[in-house]
Every structure is written in C-alpha cells, then in structure tokens.
C-alpha cells in the first residue's frame, strides 16, 4: 500500500479514511459497522483515558461495571429514552448455536435455545444503571452516588466511518444520582467543565461550551451540555455530552431516597460521556497532507531516534550515545524511542514517524558524533535544524511544551475566524457554503424552524454557548422574536 | 441487611456467595448470570489491571482492541475452537426493535431487521483476530506481533457464581504470532510465568505452575500452560492459562509469512488469559469469617483512619493530626482513607472496614491526642495495639509489608500441606474426601480414564507441574505403567 495520502484540499473525507488507516490507528473488520483498533491508535487512546479518568476520580467519582446486556422490557420504562435509543440496536435472540444437520462442518442457531426475553446489546446504560441503582439508594447516606463506567456500547448504524460512527464504540459513561436538583446540575456542569479541560488542555483542541437545543438533547435529558470543536473542514464534531436527567430515570425505575426527616423523593439524576469519537476529532483537528499531528500530551512516543549508519561499528558508537540522551529524556518525563530496526532504510522509518505523528524526530549519524550535533525535526511545522547534543534534552523538553501550544493556538485561530455572526437567511447559507464554520444566529426557539433550517442547509443547531448574553434579535428563518443568538454548522 | 456472615465451616459456599455481596464486592444484575461489579470490587479488579498491563508491557506487548462480535462463519474456520466454544453463546440474529403495534409502550423485535448472518457474542477472540492477522503479517518484519486485548466476553453459563463463573465476565487475552514453533513456545511459557509472578507476588497467592493433560487443552491449543492455586475449601480453581496454539489458527485462517529467504510459512501462535474469575481466588484464598481479607498490594484503602470524638472541637483537634498522618503516609505511597463520615458510628465504620478487608486500622481518640498514641489494628490477625504516633508512618509501612508476606506464607502452608502423593485409588478417594486439596497420582495418560475418575470422585486433573520429576510407577485406576505423578483434585 502507498504511503501517500489523498490531500485534504482535493478530497477531506478520503483523506481521513486513508490517514487512519495508514496512520496504523484503526481498520474495518470483518463485521459490519465495527473497527479493529491498532495498536498504535489503542496507545493514544490509552493516553486520553488514563487522563480522564485521573480527572473523574479527582473530582470523587469510582468506577463501576454494569452489564452488556439489558433486558428489553428495562427500556421501556424510560419512554423517551426507548424511543431515542432502543430501535437501532444489537438484538440478543438465542444463546446456543449447534452444529447444522444439513451442512456438516457448519454451524446454525439452535431454534430451541430462544431466550423468554431478549436482550438487547447496551447503546447506552442508563436502563440497567437505574435498575441497579433501585438496590443501592434508600437514604441520604447513599447519595451522592458518583459512579463512572468504562465500556464498549452497540448502536446499529447504516453509515460508519472509523472512530466517527461505528456500530461498536468505545467510551466512558458517568451516571450520578444526587439529593437535590440544584447539586445534580452542578454536577453535570462540572462534567462539561471537565471534558472542556481535557480537550482544550490535553488535545489541544478549542472547544466552544454550552448547553444543546430541546431537539438537540439527550433521549431522556431535561439539560444537555457540550463541548463542540471545530473540524479544519469547517464541519462541527460534538466532542462530549454531560446530561442533567432531571427525575426522569429516578421515576421511571422507582429510586426513592428518604432525606434526613425521613421524607422521601425521587433522586436527581445525571450521566455524561466521551467516546472514541474524541480520536476523529483529534485527527481532523491537528493533522495534515502528511498525515497524523499528535499534540505530545497524547503522542505513544513523544521523541523517535533514527540512527544514520552503515557499518555495526558506526551503529554501535551510535548507540551508545543515544542511550545516554533516552535515559536523560525520560529522567524528565519524555516518552522517546530508538528505532534501530535493522529491517527498514532511516527514508522509510523518516516517512512513518511523519505519518504517524511522532512530535519530534531525532537523526544522528557518524558525522553527528564528530561534531556532537542532532538533526532536529518538528512534525507540526515540518520543520529541521541542527542542534547541539549537549543540550538537547532541555531543547526537547521546552520544545514539547512549545508543539503542544502552538497546535492549540492554531486551531483557537481556525476556529475564531470560523465563527460568523450572520442576520439572514441568505447570509446564513452564503457563510455555511463558502465559508463553513460555526453561523451564530439569531433563531425563534422552535424545532419546526431549526427542522426547515436543517432540511434546507443541513446545518443543525449545535449549541447555545455559555459565553453568549441575551441579546434582543429577530429568528434569520422566520423573522419571529428572538432572546439570544445560538451556533449552527454543519456536523459529523 | 445484616452484616453478619454465614461461617465458612457452616456453609463455605455460602459464605462466599454472602461475602461477595455484603463486602460490596459484586451483585447478580436483572440479566441472568451477569454481574455488577460494584465500585468496592471494581478498584481492586483495576489495580489487578494496572499490574497486568505494566507487566505485559514490560514483556513487549502492546495493547488493542476487537469487535465483540463475530460472524458465525468465522467459528466454523478452527473446528476444535468450534467444538469447544461456539455453542453457548449468545446470539445476536437482529438489528432493530421496533413499537409494538398489539402493544403500546412495549417493544418487539422488526422482523424484518433479520441479519443475513449471525453475531456471536465473543467467547473469547482466536477467530475475530486472526481473521485480522492475516491482513497484518506478511513478511518475517511483521513478526513477532505481540498484542493483548482488555475486553469483555460472554459464555451463556447454566449455573453461574459471581466471579467464579458468570455469563458476561471481564479480561484480558493475548495473541501473539511468531516465526518459529520455538519463539511461540518460550512465549506461551513466558506468559504463564508472568501469571505466576503476578498471582503470587501481588495477590499473595501460591501457585502450582504447570501444563494440562490433553483432555483439559484449550479447544485449538496443542499444548495448555496454567497456574492453578488451592481455595480454603480444598479444591482448586484454574487461575491463568497460557496456550501454544501451534499452527492451527495461522492454518485456520489463511496466515502466512515470508522469511528473509522469501519462503512462505504458516505462522506459529499463542494465547493467554486471566479474569475477574482471579476476584474469586482472592476472596476464598485470605478471607475468614468475619469478612474479605486483602492483601495491602491490592486493597483500594490500605490502612482508613477513624475519629473517635463527642464534639465538634474534639473532631477539628483530631482532623489536624489525621492530616498530617495521612500526608507523611502518602509521601511513603500508602494509600490511606479518612473516614470522617459524621452519619455512621465508630463501631459501624469498624464493622465495614474488617468486612472489607482493609489492611490496617487505625482510631484515634481524643485521649490519643494526649498521649501521642493511636489504636493499630490488623485485619489478617485482628490483632490492636497501642502505639506511638510519632513513629506511626514507618511502623504502617513495615506491617503493610509484613502482612503481604504473612498472607502469602500462611496460604503456602496451607497449600503445601494439602498436596498429598496417593499410591492405590482407595487412598486418592479417601484423601479427596476427608482431606481434600491436590492428590499426587501415576495416572495412565488416557482420556478414559480421566473421564472415569471423574465420574467416580468428581476430581480432575489440574495439571502436570513442571516441578515434577519423570518418575516410574503404575496409573491409581487401571495399573497400567506411568511415567509421571499429576495433579488431581475437585476444582471450581
């Protein structure tokens, strides 16, 4: 397979298919719908979990594990979330397969093994959380209740695309129960605060927080809040979700708490999630014609050492001085690796860091050890210098902290001039179509109008950001009397 | 729900299925024979992770991930794997509910949402993996590839125990392709080293290492390595195996590599796993009547301190010392817990604490305060003793320490003393039935006669140990000549 990527100019979303691929992150497998994670795509996943989780267990949460399965008859007690969630989903049916009368060596479902109910593969766990959560809440000594899951979860759909939508995905789903309505919003700001922190912070992606639209929300969900990030298309990825459930699922399965006085209530309920999809958002938000760009918070190997040889003497001498410069690199903190396969040319191992987003590259050949230099290349700006061996693992490491900066500070820039404030509907559709980005826009607060918007311009409405104060206004749309300006983009 | 526990002379297997719950361990969820791993059990599986995973990378190995699912045809590939595992699985056979029309409120399955092919819920992922090998190995420079996978998986189980044996249940499975038979042999034996290490040095558990009989391989394995450990009650539980799978999954599915010479060859394979079934061996190794006993290497909490106080003021003075305590004993990496909660009761803290195994206690009174003293206890001997404050930080850390090496100790007499040689098939029934353990015994080396003693005694073999010397003498059952003793005994 050539190495060579599509560019994002002549075709984007082939570009993105051939970077993970040839990126060595992700695959197609042999089931419809669902993706082989690669190695090297699992390690910054890793990276991205460890730090959340870091995150959700600083601000006192535990994790738990819930079943894969949920019996159907669970959803439906939560009638809106059945209606959100339960129709494209993995069915259960039978639990035995036997051996096939009428093909030997084949296998087929045995019709007498049908389960009484079925089961339906998890697209989401508040239906058996509820259920359990029943068991283990009676009195105000049992709340809060801060319990997160890492899980993979099925959601049937017809069009996937790796990391973006797959029918099996990854992710993190928290679901709290709280005293009160004012402690269980708290909570889910604080979530949407957290996953801000991570991507901005981490990822090095900007995000624009705020709280979705009613037809925008959560199956179930009295408040959705979110994170949206910009695509270098111009498309929006909705990057995390913290919902606020109100009683909703409290109701729907019966968990009551008695509160100090001995009076009881339905709880208060929140659940909030990430997914894999956070590795589609990292990869269209920092990568190139090249291929990946890795902020060095999620690169597996921050630093790769490419040794420049001919003879085993050379490779030798070659060794023993880029020993020294990893044990100096990881004494603070930096993730390096010599790559001395003796199987590839330092041109084909130059071209797969490049391609897999390694931050920085070092070179040394003899030449180097003469003159105790290192050929220096960023793979965020493409570019190379030489430098003194003496001091490199100060120039790595303020080079490290520098990449991770810079990348943010692009992207904050893309997405800055990618916000338009619009006041037509022709305006509306000339900025989407030549532009791209978020269109903030003053809109009548009905889903009819963003349904016609949508229908006319694909474009939904993405989020009412934090950030924005009321502003008198009249909808693009409908010209109807409007409070305040929401985001609109076209979204993955 | 009293806290108290059935005693295991009373009723062992009682007294585990109580334990797992009232410690806060697991629960039986509203899916037949799936578990919720409540947060309590889920912090110690994640430090049995963390340790894993550090050692498995430590091996060379690098994590991935697979779908769950697996088209039914890719079971019918490796006919033995078929035979041992496709059959009770769980099934999935549709992709959509749909409302109900006779119904309203409830959901059915679309009919016409049928796959063409059947899901099968992984049982484990030789067929989904290697159908994904063969896209990656090519040449000898792909080789070794060596990837571990952390994952759930489902056996449709008829009678299933928390822990011990549930239908969906979490762990963790290597797959490794090599060049050559000996490569993936030293690999299959590494990984059942690196189990053996683990379980014994982390979880304070001795094991037997060893290989299994051909009866017992893994379905598709040529050769089974395992750990087997001895519970409380006698009989033994499988806690890690190892598989040289040979040539028949690279056969199966079509995986071949050039050498450097250009000669193409199947590749050789390995598989290797432990789960959440190691919590069952944890619990019925260190645990007594008064509840879990944990190991300091694998308790959430190593040592939870307790105020004992009347009054706010009293509470504040205490606070301050716990503070600095708890800072100097975090600086020496103990973790340690403050458990200042004011709706519980000194005595009710303790109560939980000892049915949750945490290592060591320690209370402080206000009468403490005066004296420079703290109340110690220890968990494993449930032992108190008065001790100075001011040294209180290096004596936590050497009991800490100490009882690590005290629960492995105790349990590796009690385990070397319930390995007893048998010589006449009277002996091996009687030893089996008033003493129980592991029964030392020449056996013929034919299937026959495995399945016989089973039926007779309800004892299999555990496993050839590699500790044991070829050594001359006549099969316990049928008298025919034996060339080693194995390992028999009733097992979970």
């Known amino acids: 397979m050539s190495k060579k990527l599509t560019s994002r100019a002549e075709d984007y979303s082939k570009w993105y298919n051939e970077l993970v691929v040839k990126a060595d992150l992700a695959e197609n497998s042999a089931v419809r719908g669902c993706m082989v994670i690669k190695p090297y ?11 959340l989780d870091r995150m959700f267990k600083e ?5 738990a594990y819930f079943p894969l399965f949920v019996p159907k008859s669970l959803f439906e007690a939560e009638e809106k979330n059945a209606e959100g969630f339960a129709k494209e989903c993995a069915v259960v049916t039978h639990y035995r397969l036997q051996n096939d009368p009428d093909n030997p060596g084949k296998l087929r479902v045995d019709p007498k093994a049908k389960l009484e109910e079925e089961l339906v593969v998890r697209p989401t766990s508040e239906a058996i959380i509820w259920s359990t959560y029943k068991g283990w809440i009676q009195s105000y000594r049992d709340l809060p209740l801060l319990i997160n899951q890492w899980a993979n979860v099925v959601r049937w759909e017809m069009r996937t695309r790796l990391f973006l939508r797959t029918a099996e995905f990854l992710w993190q789903e928290g679901h709290t129960a709280h005293a009160t309505k004012a402690e269980a919003i708290t909570e889910a700001e604080l979530m949407n605060d957290v996953y801000s922190t991570f991507v901005q912070n981490f990822m090095a992606i900007p995000v624009v927080k705020g709280r979705k639209t009613e037809s925008e929300r959560f199956a179930g969900a009295d408040e959705t809040y979110c994170i949206e990030a910009l695509m270098q298309d111009g498309k929006a990825l909705q990057a995390g979700t913290s919902h606020f459930l109100g009683q909703n699922f409290a109701k729907a399965f019966d968990v009551k708490f008695a509160n100090k006085e ?9 659940s909030w999630g990430v997914s894999t999809r956070l590795m589609g958002a990292l990869i269209m938000t920092h990568s190139d014609d090249q291929g990946l760009v890795l902020p060095p918070n999620l690169a597996p190997n921050q630093v790769v050492i490419i040794p420049i040889y001919k003879t085993d003497e ?3 001498a070659i060794t023993e001085v880029v020993n020294g410069v990893m044990k100096d690199l990881r004494a603070v903190g930096v993730t390096v690796k010599f790559d001395n396969r003796d199987t590839f040319r330092p041109g084909a191992k130059f071209a797969q860091h490049e391609l897999q987003g390694v931050p ?13 230099t290192v050929e220096l290349a960023r793979r965020d700006t493409l570019t190379k210098e030489v430098t003194d061996l003496a001091t490199i693992t100060e120039k790595v490491k303020s080079l490290l902290t520098q990449i991770q900066d810079d990348l943010y500070n692009k992207a904050l820039l893309y997405r800055d001039t990618h916000i338009t404030e619009v006041n037509s509907f022709e305006e509306f559709k000339e900025v989407l179509e030549t532009k791209g980005g978020f269109v903030s826009a003053h809109w009548d607060g009905t ?4 349904d016609k918007i949508k229908e006319l311009t694909k474009a939904t409405t993405r989020c009412i950001p934090d950030s ?3 502003e008198e206004g009249v909808c693009v749309f409908t010209g109807k009397p409007s409070k305040t300006r929401v ?3 076209k979204a993955y």
């Open 314 to 316: 050379q490779l030798e």
């Open 468 to 470: 924005f104060e009321p």
């Open 59 to 63: 601000t006192g949460h535990q994790n």
């Open 262 to 270: 001995g009076k009881k209530d339905y709880v208060w309920a929140t």
């Open 41 to 51: 795509g699992y390690a910054i996943w890793e990276k991205m979990q460890a730090e």
């Open 487 to 489: 985001l609109f983009a």
């Open 447 to 450: 889903t009819e109008t963003e």
């Open 360 to 372: 920085l590259r070092l070179a040394i050949g003899t030449r180097d050890l003469e003159n105790g």
